[in-house]
């Protein structure tokens, strides 16, 4: 069975939502073509195309694809720009449509939960309901909550529900950091979301979080941002200096394997190599649909690699994000 861990999902209800109470929190919806762009605070996300609400187009694809199935996930920019009141409003209609659309199409849809994480006590009600009562597979949360890392006192009770519930988390870039430097040549997305993704997950190992919370399942998007080319660097931090040591019990790369990482790698040498460091069985397939920086064939690069054994292509293409899942 194909999987595809990493497929965006946003509800017509949702952009509605957006556009009738955005505007006191500095977030709209434009229209100034055929598909909607969700706007927040002067930054577009989108556009929001029909592959995105409707399922048909999107079965359409998958087959094309030869996917079997799709992990559906909100994306950028979240619900944390809200005040925490709209936030789990927007939360709650996002899961109950979601929950709706997996339902209709359970042999080919599955579902990762969004959390007003702007209020952390509604977050974790959220995400328990979503989990017990909705039936959705873990949830999807930002790089940073408004500008708090990951280890933010404030945010591990959160993290600490999502392990009692054994609701893997899915980490995807947001509010990259560095974000001025890199406006031109859309280098936010080039080189800030995997700079993003490296710190986020540098933060949950420096920060003690994946050693308090050792059943934590954490997967990283666009193939683990620059960790996995950084984590030498990393080891080297801790090694020469005492202020990165922390609580921290082993060297950064031990915790290399604690993350799972998507396929989006955008480049054949550097898959390869993410392989061959992490092992395929840390390895699930993504496409980011249905960006342009995403792949609309997410399989054929794994199944192109030479040589790579046919259980770990296997694992790759479906076996680990099953598993990660329990789907």
């Known amino acids: 069975m194909i999987i595809d861990l990493h497929a965006h999902y946003v509800p017509r209800s949702f952009l509605e939502a957006i556009e009738k109470h955005g505007a006191p929190h500095g977030a709209s919806l434009r229209r100034d073509g055929a598909d909607p762009t969700i706007v927040v605070g002067g930054r577009p996300y989108g556009p929001i195309t029909r592959h995105y609400y409707e399922t048909r187009p999107r079965l359409a694809d998958m087959d094309k694809a030869r996917v079997d199935m799709q992990v559906l996930s909100l994306n950028p920019p979240m619900v944390y720009w809200a005040d925490a009141e709209l936030g789990i409003r927007l939360a709650r209609l996002y899961n109950d449509e979601l929950a709706a659309t997996v339902a209709a199409r359970p042999d080919r849809l599955a579902g990762l939960a969004t959390v007003p994480l702007q209020d952390i006590p509604a977050a974790a009600q959220e995400l328990e309901r979503a989990v017990r009562e909705?039936?959705?597979?873990?949830?999807?949360?930002?790089?940073?909550?408004?500008?708090?890392?990951?280890?933010?006192?404030?945010?591990?009770?959160?993290?600490?529900?999502?392990?009692?519930?054994?609701?893997?988390?899915?980490?995807?870039?947001?509010?990259?950091?560095?974000?001025?430097?890199?406006?031109?040549?859309?280098?936010?997305?080039?080189?800030?979301?995997?700079?993003?993704?490296?710190?986020?997950?540098?933060?949950?190992?420096?920060?003690?979080?994946?050693?308090?919370?050792?059943?934590?399942?954490?997967?990283?998007?666009?193939?683990?941002?620059?960790?996995?080319?950084?984590?030498?660097?990393?080891?080297?931090?801790?090694?020469?200096?005492?202020?990165?040591?922390?609580?921290?019990?082993?060297?950064?790369?031990?915790?290399?394997?604690?993350?799972?990482?998507?396929?989006?790698?955008?480049?054949?040498?550097?898959?390869?190599?993410?392989?061959?460091?992490?092992?395929?069985?840390?390895?699930?397939?993504?496409?980011?649909?249905?960006?342009?920086?995403?792949?609309?064939?997410?399989?054929?690069?794994?199944?192109a690699l030479r040589p790579l054994a046919r259980a770990d292509r296997d694992a790759i293409l479906g076996g680990v994000a099953a598993k990660l899942l329990k789907l």
Do not use: W
Not at 156 to 168: G, H, M, Q, S, Y
Not at 201 to 225: K, N, Y
Not at 289 to 302: E, H, I, S, T
């Open 134 to 303: 909705l039936g959705l597979k873990g949830v999807y949360i930002g790089s940073n909550i408004g500008g708090k890392d990951l280890d933010h006192p404030d945010l591990f009770p959160f993290l600490a529900k999502a392990e009692a519930l054994r609701a893997p988390v899915f980490l995807h870039p947001i509010d990259v950091l560095g974000v001025e430097r890199l406006r031109s040549y859309y280098l936010h997305n080039g080189l800030g979301n995997p700079y993003e993704t490296a710190l986020a997950a540098a933060r949950l190992i420096f920060g003690g979080v994946l050693d308090r919370l050792p059943r934590l399942q954490v997967c990283l998007a666009h193939a683990g941002g620059a960790l996995p080319y950084l984590f030498g660097r990393l080891d080297r931090v801790y090694r020469v200096r005492k202020e990165a040591r922390g609580t921290l019990r082993r060297a950064p790369s031990a915790y290399l394997r604690r993350f799972t990482y998507d396929t989006i790698a955008h480049s054949e040498q550097a898959l390869r190599y993410l392989i061959s460091v992490m092992g395929a069985d840390r390895v699930a397939l993504g496409s980011d649909y249905r960006f342009d920086m995403g792949l609309l064939d997410p399989a054929g690069p794994v199944r």
